[in-house]
C-alpha cells in the first residue's frame, strides 16, 4: 500500500505535466482526466491535486491564472511553461529508462 | 448555465472555507484557494448528483478529502509557501516585535502590490510635510535658534521706540548717562554703519564696516582668534583708528597672514592699526540693520565735546547685555527712571515725551518677518492638514475596497487589534515614506528659499534642514499617522463578515466609510478655501502696490553709489567740481538721455532727515524732521519728478549764491498749512546754519516703501550744501548689463579713488521694496496651487469611488430608462453637495482667519468679497473638472454587466 502511495506520488507530477502540454486546463479537469484516461487506477482528490498543482507553480513548471469567460465564473486555469516543458522531458526520459530496467529484471512489459 | 460553485443554493465556498481555517497564507491568497477549491467541489458534486448520487451523498463525497482539516491545511501552506524557514507564530502570538516585522513586511508588500495608491499618498504626504519642514527650517533659524552669542537671552536693544515700537536709535551723551546711572545693565554698547574706502589693486572698494564702542565684543560675550580685543583706553577721538578683521575679509584681503596684527593700513588717507581678526564662527549678524555684514569693525572715538555726540544726535544703535537674573521689565523700569531725571536736567535736548523701548536682540533682528513667517506656518499646516485629509481619505478607500480581505482575516482567526495595528503599521508606512520624502524636499528647497527672499533677513541665509528641522519632520508625521490612520483603522476593525460578503451592503449610501470620506473632501475644499483666499488677497496686495504712483519714474533709471572721502576730498568745492566732472563724462556715454547725483534716494534703504525750522518760529525739539536730498539741477529731470509750483534748482544756484530749496508736497502743506511757502526762509539741522529761501514745490515721492504714505521731504543743491557720499542716478534705455560697465569706467576715469558700490535698476529698488509681500505672495501662491491639485486629486477619488460604487444602480436606472442627462445629473448632484458644502465652510473660516494677514496687506480688505468669489469659483471649477472623469466612467456602465456585479 505503501509503495503503491509512493509511486502515486512520484508519478503525479509527471502526469500533471503531460496533460498541462495537450492545453490549458483547471483544476477539477485535471483530475476528472487522470481518472478517466487511468480507468481509476490513479486518483486524485481535491485535497491531494492542489498541494500538487501549488508546489509546481511555485517551482515556476506550471503557471495558474484566473480566467473569466462570459457567463461563468472565474476558475484558474493552469498553462505547462517552457521550464515545465523541459522537466516532462527529463521525467519522460528517466520514466522509460526506469520501466526498461524494470522490464529487463522484472519482465514486466508495457504498453 | 448556471454558477458552478453554488450548485442547489449550497454555498461551497463557506464549507469549503470553514475546513480551511486558519490558512496560514496572505489573506487575499487565501480567498484565491477557498474560490478555487470550492469551484473543484462544486463541480465534482454536480457531476455526481447528474449521475444519479442521492445530493446528501454527493455532498458528503464532495467534501469527505477536506474532512482531514489539519494536514489539508498544513499541505496547501506548506505547498504554497514554502520558503517560510520556521512555523509561522500562531495569530494570537504575543511576540509583539515578531508580528510587528511580519506586519511591517506584510504593508511594504501590498504597497508595492498597489504602487499607484503608494505613489500618491506618498507624494501628497511628502509635499504636506516637505513643504512644512521647509518653512519650519526657515522659522528655525530666524526665529528661534539662539544667537551664536554668550548667554543671548540676556542681549537686548536700547532706544526710543521707532514706528514698531522696537527699539529704535540714541545719541552717545545719552547712552553714557545711562551707562553711568542705571544698574540693570552689565554692559552697553554703541554701534553705527561705516564706509571706509580701501584701495588695493588700483581699484578702489568699499567695506562695509561698523564704529564700534570699545566693549562691544565684551557686550556680544565673543573675542578675537588672532591679536586682541579693542581697549577701552583708545576709544578716544584720537586713538580710535583700530581695525578687527572679519575671517571672511583677512582671507580674501590679507591672505590670512598672522603676521596682519600690528600692521598699518591706510584707509581714506589715513593710517589705521590691525588689531586683530575675528573667528570665522563670528556671524556678524549684528550689522544687519545696516544692510550689509561688516567686514572690519574700529572704535567709536566719540567724546562728549564733540557736536555729534549730543544727546538728540539720534545716530547710534545701543546694544546691551542684562545684569544676570534681570528681567526685561525691571530694565525697562530702571532705564526709563533714568531717562526721566535726564528729560528734567536737558529739557532743551529730548522732544516729545516716549519711554525708551528694551527689546530682546533676537526680536529686533527678526523684525518685520515675524507676522509673515507665522501666517507662512499657517498656510503650510494648512497644505498639511489637506494631504493628511487626503491620505486618510485614500486610506478609507483601501480599506472599502478591501472589506472582503478584511472578513476574511477576521474569519479566519485574526483578533481585532490585529487588523487595526496592521492597519496602522501600513498607515505608518505611507506617513514614515511620505516623512523622508518630504525632508528631502525641503533639503532640496530650502536653500532656494534663501535665494527668493528680496529682501536681506537676518540668518535666512542659515536656515538649513538640520536635526530639528528632520524631527519636527517626523513627529509631524507621526502625528498624522495618529490623527489620520487610526479612523480608517478602527473602522476597518468593524467590518463584519456577514454584510461585507453579502456585497451588497457596500452599495449603501449610509456607509460609514464612504461618509467619512465625503466629510473628508469638504474639509479639504474648505481648507483650500482658506489657503487660496490667503494666497489671493497677498496677490491682490502686491499688485496693488505695484501700482501705486511712486512719485517718480522708476523705468530705466540706473543707480550707484559713490563715495568721495579722503583728503583729496577735504573742501566742498573739490567735491563738487569732481562731481561735475562725473557727470560730464557719464553724460558722454552712447545712450545716456540725462544723469545726476543725489545725497540719497527713494526705496533705497536710506534714511537722511534734518529738522527743518521756519524763520520767524521758536526753535523747539519737535520741529518737524524732514528728508533731504542735495541734488544736482538735473535730478528731477532724471527721476520725472513734477514741478508744482515755483521753479527748480539750477546750474546758477553754486556756492556763491544764495542757498535756496525746493520742498515736497506734504512738506508745504504741513509746514505752511495756511500759508505760501515759496518765498519763506527757514534753517535745518540746528539753529546756526544758513538760511535756505523756498524757491519751488515738487511732486511727493515714496521714500521708506510703496506702501508707506510719503514723508516730509526737501532738496538742496549740491552746490550749496555738498554731501560726499552720493548716488548716480542716470536715466537710458540702453541695457544696463552693458552701461554699468561702461559707468563705472567714466566715474574712475574722472575719479580714479572712487568707490562704485551698490550697482542697481531703480526698478530693483521698487520690488525690492515689497520684496518681503511679494515673497510671502509667492509662497502663498505656490502653496495655494499645491492645495488646488490635492483638492482635485482629492474630489477626483471621491467621485470615482462613489461612481464605481454605484454603478449597480447607474445600471438599474439606465435599464428602467434614465437618459444621459439623467446620469450626469446624478453623479453631479452627489459631488457638487460636498463641494457646495466645503466652499460654504471655508468662506466663514476664511473671513475668520485671513485677518491675521491684515498687516501684510495693501489696498484690499481682509475679507474683500472679490477675493473670496474668485478663490470659490477657482475651486468650483476644479472641483467640478475632477467629476468629468467620473462621468464619463458612468455614462459607459453597461446595465447588463452592472447588475451582475457584485
Known amino acids: 500500500m505503501s509503495e503503491d502511495r509512493e509511486l502515486r506520488k512520484g508519478s503525479a507530477e509527471t502526469v500533471i505535466l503531460a496533460l498541462l502540454e495537450e492545453r490549458d486546463r483547471h483544476g477539477y479537469e485535471i483530475a476528472k482526466l487522470i481518472d478517466q484516461r487511468s480507468d481509476g487506477a490513479l486518483k486524485f482528490h481535491v485535497a491531494s491535486l492542489y498541494p500538487t498543482l501549488y508546489r509546481l507553480e511555485r517551482r515556476g513548471l506550471i503557471q495558474g491564472r484566473w480566467v473569466e469567460r462570459s457567463n461563468t465564473r472565474r476558475r484558474r486555469f493552469y498553462r505547462l511553461t517552457a521550464q515545465g516543458q523541459k522537466t516532462l522531458e527529463a521525467q519522460r526520459r528517466s520514466w522509460k529508462a526506469f520501466f526498461a530496467a524494470l522490464n529487463r529484471v522484472a519482465r514486466i512489459s508495457h504498453a | 448555465m448556471r454558477e458552478a460553485d453554488d450548485v442547489d443554493d449550497v454555498d461551497f465556498r463557506a464549507l469549503v472555507r470553514a475546513r480551511l481555517e486558519p490558512l496560514d497564507v496572505d489573506a487575499a491568497r487565501a480567498a484565491d484557494i477557498v474560490d478555487e477549491l470550492a469551484q473543484h467541489c462544486a463541480q465534482q458534486y454536480a457531476d455526481l448528483v447528474a449521475s444519479g448520487v442521492d445530493q446528501r451523498d454527493a455532498l458528503t463525497r464532495a467534501l469527505a478529502p477536506l474532512e482531514n482539516r489539519r494536514r489539508v491545511v498544513d499541505e496547501i501552506a506548506r505547498a504554497d509557501r514554502p520558503r517560510r524557514s520556521a512555523p509561522p507564530p500562531p495569530a494570537s502570538s504575543t511576540h509583539l516585535v515578531v508580528d510587528l516585522w511580519r506586519d511591517v513586511r506584510y504593508g511594504l508588500r501590498l504597497l508595492h502590490r498597489s504602487p499607484g495608491f503608494t505613489a500618491v499618498a506618498v507624494m501628497t504626504l511628502a509635499l504636506g510635510i516637505g513643504a512644512n519642514a521647509a518653512i519650519f527650517s526657515v522659522v528655525n533659524a530666524v526665529l528661534l ?100 578683521l572679519s575671517d571672511g575679509l583677512w582671507r580674501r584681503r590679507f591672505n590670512a597672514d598672522p603676521a596682519v596684527i600690528g600692521r598699518v593700513v591706510t584707509m581714506n588717507d589715513q593710517p589705521y592699526t590691525v588689531g586683530g581678526v575675528m573667528p570665522p564662527s563670528f556671524a556678524p549678524i549684528i550689522s544687519e540693520h545696516f544692510y550689509e555684514p561688516a567686514q572690519m569693525w574700529a572704535l567709536l572715538g566719540y567724546d562728549r565735546s564733540q557736536p555729534f555726540a549730543c544727546r538728540s544726535c539720534q545716530h547710534l544703535k545701543a546694544i546691551a547685555r542684562l545684569e544676570p537674573d534681570t528681567a526685561i521689565g525691571a530694565a525697562l523700569v530702571d532705564v526709563n527712571g533714568v531717562h ?130 528632520v ?49 473628508l473632501i469638504a474639509a479639504n475644499v474648505a481648507l483650500a478655501v482658506v489657503l487660496l483666499a490667503g494666497a489671493g488677497l497677498m496677490i491682490k496686495s502686491v499688485g496693488r502696490l505695484l501700482g501705486v504712483d511712486p512719485g517718480f519714474d522708476p523705468d530705466h533709471v540706473l543707480t550707484m553709489q559713490i563715495s568721495m572721502v579722503g583728503k583729496a576730498y577735504a573742501k566742498n568745492e573739490a567735491v563738487v567740481a569732481k562731481g561735475d566732472e562725473m557727470l560730464a563724462a557719464l553724460r558722454r556715454l552712447p545712450g545716456v538721455e540725462s544723469v545726476a547725483l543725489a ?76 500759508g505760501d511757502p515759496i518765498g519763506q526762509h527757514v534753517r535745518i539741522g540746528g539753529s546756526d546754519g544758513p538760511m535756505y529761501t523756498i524757491v519751488g514745490i515738487v511732486g511727493d515721492v515714496r ?96 467621485i470615482s469611488y462613489s461612481v464605481a460604487e454605484r454603478t449597480r444602480e447607474i445600471g438599474i436606472r439606465s435599464a428602467l430608462g434614465a437618459s444621459r442627462a439623467d446620469i450626469v445629473r446624478l453623479v453631479l448632484a452627489n459631488g457638487l453637495a460636498l463641494v457646495f458644502a466645503g466652499l460654504a465652510t471655508g468662506i466663514v473660516l476664511a473671513v475668520a482667519t485671513t485677518r491675521f494677514l491684515d498687516n501684510s496687506l495693501y489696498g484690499v480688505s481682509a475679507t474683500d468679497p472679490a477675493t473670496l468669489a474668485a478663490v470659490a469659483s477657482v475651486l468650483f471649477t476644479v472641483a467640478a473638472a475632477a467629476h468629468l472623469v467620473p462621468i464619463a466612467r458612468a455614462m459607459r456602465v453597461d446595465p447588463a454587466i452592472a447588475l451582475r456585479q457584485d
Do not use: C, K
Not at chain 2, 181 to 204: C, K, V
Not at chain 2, 364 to 378: D, I, S, T, W
Not at chain 2, 487 to 503: F, I, K, M
Open chain 2, 599 to 674: 545725497g540719497q534716494i527713494p526705496l533705497a534703504g536710506n534714511v537722511d532727515r534734518w529738522g527743518l525750522h521756519v524763520e520767524g518760529r521758536p526753535v523747539t525739539p519737535d520741529d518737524p524732521f524732514v528728508e533731504r536730498y542735495s541734488v544736482t539741477p538735473t535730478y528731477f529731470a532724471v527721476m520725472r519728478i513734477p514741478l508744482r509750483r515755483g521753479r527748480l534748482i539750477t546750474d546758477a544756484d553754486r556756492a556763491s549764491t544764495e542757498p535756496v530749496m525746493v520742498i515736497g508736497d506734504r512738506t508745504a502743506r504741513t509746514v505752511w498749512p495756511n
Open chain 2, 471 to 519: 524631527i519636527f519632520a517626523l513627529a509631524v508625521s507621526f502625528g498624522t499617522t495618529v490623527v489620520f490612520g487610526l479612523a480608517p483603522a478602527l473602522r476597518a476593525s468593524r467590518v463584519d463578515l456577514q454584510t461585507t460578503l453579502r456585497a451588497e451592503a457596500r452599495h449603501s449610501a449610509a456607509n460609514p466609510t464612504s461618509v467619512a470620506r465625503r466629510l
Open chain 2, 703 to 798: 521714500h521708506v516703501a510703496l506702501a508707506a504714505p510719503p514723508t516730509l521731504q526737501m532738496y538742496t543743491a549740491q552746490a550749496q550744501l555738498t554731501d560726499s557720499f552720493l548716488t548716480v542716478v542716470m536715466r537710458s534705455a540702453s541695457d544696463f548689463g552693458l552701461l554699468a560697465p561702461a559707468a563705472r569706467q567714466a566715474i574712475w576715469s574722472a575719479a580714479s579713488d572712487v568707490p562704485v558700490y551698490r550697482v542697481d535698476a531703480m526698478r530693483t529698488l521698487v520690488a525690492r521694496s515689497v520684496g518681503a509681500r511679494r515673497f510671502v505672495a509667492i509662497l502663498l501662491e505656490l502653496f495655494g496651487a499645491v492645495a488646488l491639485v490635492m483638492t482635485a486629486v482629492g474630489v477626483y477619488g471621491v
Open chain 2, 145 to 244: 535658534r539662539p544667537l551664536p552669542f554668550a548667554d543671548p537671552a540676556r542681549l537686548v536693544d536700547v532706544g526710543e521706540p521707532g514706528p514698531d515700537g522696537r527699539a529704535g536709535n540714541v545719541g552717545f551723551t545719552t547712552v553714557v548717562d545711562w551707562r553711568e546711572r542705571t544698574h540693570a545693565f552689565d554692559e552697553i554698547a554703541m554701534i553705527r554703519s561705516w564706509y571706509p574706502t580701501l584701495i588695493a589693486n588700483g581699484q578702489p572698494e568699499r567695506i562695509p564696516a561698523m564704529r564700534v564702542s570699545a566693549n562691544f565684543l565684551r557686550t556680544l560675550g565673543v573675542a578675537p582668534a588672532l591679536g586682541r580685543d579693542f581697549a577701552a583706553a583708545d576709544d578716544t577721538p584720537a586713538g580710535w583708528r583700530v581695525l578687527i
Open chain 2, 340 to 469: 526721566a531725571a535726564l528729560r528734567r536736567e536737558h529739557p532743551a535736548e529730548y522732544g516729545a515725551a516716549t519711554a525708551i523701548a528694551v527689546t530682546p536682540l533676537a526680536d529686533e533682528l527678526a523684525g518685520n518677518v515675524r507676522a509673515p513667517l507665522f501666517a507662512l506656518m499657517g498656510a503650510v499646516a494648512i497644505v498639511l492638514l489637506i494631504a493628511a485629509a487626503n491620505v486618510a481619505s485614500l486610506l478609507l478607500a483601501r480599506v472599502a475596497d478591501r472589506e472582503r480581505d478584511l472578513a476574511l482575516r477576521t474569519a479566519l482567526g485574526a483578533s481585532r487589534g490585529r487588523i487595526v495595528r496592521q492597519l496602522l503599521v501600513e498607515s505608518s508606512l505611507v506617513a514614515w515614506l511620505g516623512g523622508l520624502a518630504g525632508i528631502a524636499l525641503a533639503a532640496a528647497v530650502v536653500p532656494l528659499v534663501a535665494d527668493l527672499s528680496p529682501v536681506p533677513i537676518a540668518r535666512l541665509a542659515t536656515a538649513r534642514v538640520d536635526v530639528a528641522v
